[in-house]
């Protein structure tokens, strides 16, 4: 019974630990289930069962020109909207958070409205804008729907970073003589970076993974996550599994390193 009691104790005291890390693993059983498949040699097509390991899905990565084109367009769609949708959103939470002006409240409720919007209104309204605004369906309209979209998470995540921010270190800055625009990038900006940094990771990972929104709007392009539903049917090469891997490893590292190197600037500090 002294054994059962010890057990039941420190699972009592360690149960939070337990609990955070069962549901982590719950939330990383299908990342790791498709990196697994990324190893797989697929009898057939469909890469849905295990047969035998193999290294040939990562040495022939490139094999498939559509594949490798649709990974290309959706990085470069992820890139473009991820620069305007962090440059547009850290400006709009530095004018939110800072001043009072008018419909103020009115502007945070609107940034929120594409957040509780389902996807498939969004991209059904969209694409009834560009088409009644005449403009082609293609990376363009993808450039401007992702924007759209991205433009609300970064607001929301630079308005938690920028709420803790101590005006004063500007006001010193002013006081010993710095322009305005010598403050924002000397002081301001090395300060937001690491919120800056979140944003756009948060906003490329959303431009790379959306599929409803692009579909609607995506015309002719042919993206990453387009290109897996028009293969689900004839089979998905295992060659996917592996880029989906490669993604997900280097997103974690770009967070693990901004993580570290924040740790270490505020270990820096006196």
């Known amino acids: 019974m002294s054994i059962i009691r010890k057990i039941a104790a420190v699972a009592a005291s360690r149960f939070l630990t337990i609990y955070a890390s069962l549901a982590l693993f719950y939330l990383l059983l299908p990342i790791l289930t498709v990196a697994l498949f990324s190893f797989n040699d697929p009898i057939g097509r469909s890469n849905y069962s295990w047969a035998s390991f193999t290294f040939d899905n990562w040495l022939t990565l490139f094999r498939d ?8 367009i959706s990085l470069r769609i992820a890139l473009v909207s991820t620069i305007i949708a962090t440059t547009i959103g850290t400006l709009m939470a530095m004018a939110l958070v800072r001043y009072q002006f008018k419909f103020r ?3 945070d409720l609107f940034i929120f409205l594409p957040l509780a919007t389902p996807e498939i209104v969004l991209g059904a309204s969209l694409l009834t804008l560009f088409v009644t605004l005449q403009i082609p369906l293609g990376e363009l309209t993808l450039i401007l729907a992702h924007v759209m979209f991205n433009v609300s998470y970064v607001v929301v995540t630079m308005k938690a970073r920028l709420a803790g921010f101590d005006m004063r270190l500007e006001e ?3 006081d010993l003589g710095a322009t305005p625009w010598q403050t924002f990038w000397r002081v301001t900006f090395p300060l937001i970076l690491p919120g800056i940094a979140a944003s756009a990771v948060l906003a490329f990972g959303l431009s790379l993974d959306d599929f409803v929104i692009t579909r609607f709007n995506a015309g002719q392009v ?3 996550p387009v290109y897996i539903y028009l293969k689900v049917q004839k089979g998905i090469p295992p060659q996917v599994n ?4 490669l993604f997900f490893v280097v ?10 190197l924040q740790r270490r600037r505020a270990n820096l500090k006196p």
């Not at 020109?65 to 290309?72: D, Q």
């Not at 592996?242 to 891997?245: I, K, L, R, S, V």
């Not at 997103?251 to 570290?260: E, M, P």
Request: net charge positive; proline share 3%.
């Open 105 to 107: 409240k009115g502007i």
């Open 172 to 174: 010193a800055a002013a």
């Open 242 to 245: 592996a880029f989906a891997t």
């Open 65 to 72: 020109p559509t594949l490798v084109s649709a990974v290309g």
């Open 222 to 224: 042919q993206t990453f």
């Open 251 to 260: 997103t974690v590292s770009l967070v693990a390193i901004g993580a570290l």
